[in-house]
Nanobody, 118 residues
Framework: QAQVVESGGGLVQPGGSLNLSCVAS??????????LRWYRQAPGKERELVAT???????IYADFVKGRFTIVRDNVKNTLYLQMTSLTVEDTAVYYC??????????WGQGTQVTVSS
């Protein structure tokens, strides 16, 4: 069964750091030359795009995470990472990864909760 599964969420104090992971199984990132993305959805808000890394390694960040978050892909381990630093309460959300290799190969994870609170 092809899927992606996120992990690494949790409770952290403002100013802290967390590292999220997203592991793919049943397919490989290289198989479909996939673009990988992290999204997040806060309570009562729409899902928003956080960061994108394409197959060539090109990266785009949302303005609200620039300089604080780093997206990394490991095609050998079939894993996507999101390294988050200087977290604020506004970063509290469920974080989702997405592996997209065309409309027929579009995989979303179930999400991992990140809570930033003192």
């Amino acid at each position: 069964q092809a899927q992606v599964v996120e992990s690494g969420g949790g409770l952290v104090q403002p100013g802290g750091s967390l590292n999220l992971s997203c592991v793919a199984s049943g397919f490989t990132f290289e198989q479909y030359a996939m673009t990988l993305r992290w999204y997040r959805q806060a309570p009562g808000k729409e899902r928003e795009l956080v960061a994108t890394i394409n197959y060539s390694g090109g990266i785009i960040y949302a303005d609200f995470v620039k300089g604080r978050f780093t997206i990394v892909r490991d095609n050998v381990k079939n894993t996507l990472y999101l390294q988050m630093t200087s977290l604020t309460v506004e970063d509290t959300a469920v974080y989702y990864c997405r592996a997209w290799g065309g409309d027929a190969n579009d995989f979303w994870g179930q999400g991992t909760q990140v809570t930033v609170s003192s």
